[in-house]
């Protein structure tokens, strides 16, 4: 079959090959005929060495498709049923499973260490265990979670990470208040699937943060009240907060340094939410005489925070009932060339539909 295929850590160019042959196969697993798959900006941090990842790979985490075949042991899926690639799968039972917090389950990431597919020159890893860049993918049952007839492959991918991750900071992690004011740094899907979030909750005023125009444009329409460039964020909190600060920040960029420019927008009092994946060698830097003196909230939000399977079921019943634009979100991209490239021609494949979502 064809996949997507990074080399080395640190490429900037993907390769298309037909010699790849999905492996794993066998009790407790599924393989999956993948029909959408969006571009998460995490696939992109594992490629450059952010994110740690083994190479060579098959990155792509945001998936959706068919049942093709079912290992001994699986119930509750059949050859034919249409699924998302949910990348970080609970196993139900660890300490995490039973409080409640199977956004924090480990078991997906030990299985991330194991090969997915092979080439005659060798094994090749899937990013995050999983690798939606291929026609056919095998994952743990686990990770191939059951949609609706009425929703779209291409929008069931989006909601296997992206839409779920930002959605749940705002719901789940921060629980934004009506009536409070938001900031979001960042402004790709995630961000603005965060502002959707907001939104959705009541947040009054919703101001996004980026330095890409067309980001911008984009987050007026999916419900933010202003948008401004980095270097309008300073006059967009004096105007909107009167210079105390927002009621919730949401940094997802994934650096130090748009984290401590969130931390010192966030008003006293009020929720630093941290959304991004940034590298382990980053490091953000608060004194502890302001932590103590001006009690902000710093809350990390993992995966969205929260029960995932219930996250998806949330996102789907927003999107039914017109509260968040996912259609929207598909044609919200930034264009990496080198990668559009790679994925254009695996456009071209019968099996595999392909949206970009960063």
Not at 66 to 93: F, I, N, Q, Y
Not at 270 to 294: I, K, R
Not at 350 to 356: G, N, S
Request: with cysteine; hydrophobic share 45%; aromatic share 6%.
């Amino acid at each position: 079959m064809r996949a997507a295929v990074l080399h080395e850590i640190g490429q900037d160019k993907l390769e298309v090959l037909d010699d790849v042959e999905a492996v794993g196969f066998g009790p407790g697993k599924v393989r999956l005929r993948i029909r959408a798959t969006g571009l998460c900006h995490s696939d992109v941090s594992a490629m450059n060495g952010v994110l740690p990842q083994p190479a060579p790979f098959v990155p792509g985490h945001e998936g959706a498709g068919e049942v093709v075949d079912v290992g001994d042991g699986v119930t509750h899926l059949k050859p034919g049923d249409r699924v998302l690639v949910c990348w970080l799968p609970a196993c139900g039972s660890c300490p995490a499973c039973r409080r409640g917090q199977s956004h924090l389950c480990l078991s997906g990431f030990l299985n991330a260490g194991t090969p997915n597919f092979k080439r005659p020159g060798g094994d090749v890893f899937g990013f995050a265990g999983t690798g939606t860049f291929a026609e056919e993918v095998v994952v743990a049952a686990g990770a191939a979670v059951p949609i609706p007839d009425d929703v779209p492959f291409d929008i069931a991918a989006l909601i296997g990470c992206g839409v779920t991750t930002g959605l749940g900071a705002a719901l789940n992690t921060a629980k934004v208040a009506a009536g409070s004011s938001v900031a979001v740094i960042g402004c790709g899907g995630v961000g603005i699937s965060a502002i959707q979030g907001a939104r959705a909750s009541g947040a009054a005023q919703i101001t996004a943060v980026d330095p890409v125009a067309a980001r911008r444009e984009a987050a007026l329409r999916f419900g933010a009240t202003e948008a401004v460039a980095p270097d309008g964020l300073a006059d967009a909190k004096a105007r909107t907060t009167g210079g105390e600060g927002f009621d919730y920040v949401f940094e997802v960029v994934g650096k130090s340094a748009t984290a401590r420019t969130a931390y010192e927008n966030t008003r006293r009092g009020g929720t630093l939410c941290v959304v991004g994946a940034g590298a382990m060698d980053d490091f953000l830097q608060v004194s502890m005489f302001e932590l103590f003196f001006d009690e902000k909230r710093i809350l990390p939000s993992m995966y969205g925070g929260g029960d995932v399977a219930r996250s998806y079921e949330r996102a789907i019943a927003l999107w039914r009932a017109g509260r968040i634009d996912l259609a929207g979100l598909i044609t919200h991209r930034v264009q990496l060339a080198e990668i559009n490239d790679a994925l254009d021609q695996m456009r071209t494949g019968e099996a595999l539909r392909t949206c970009i979502e960063i």
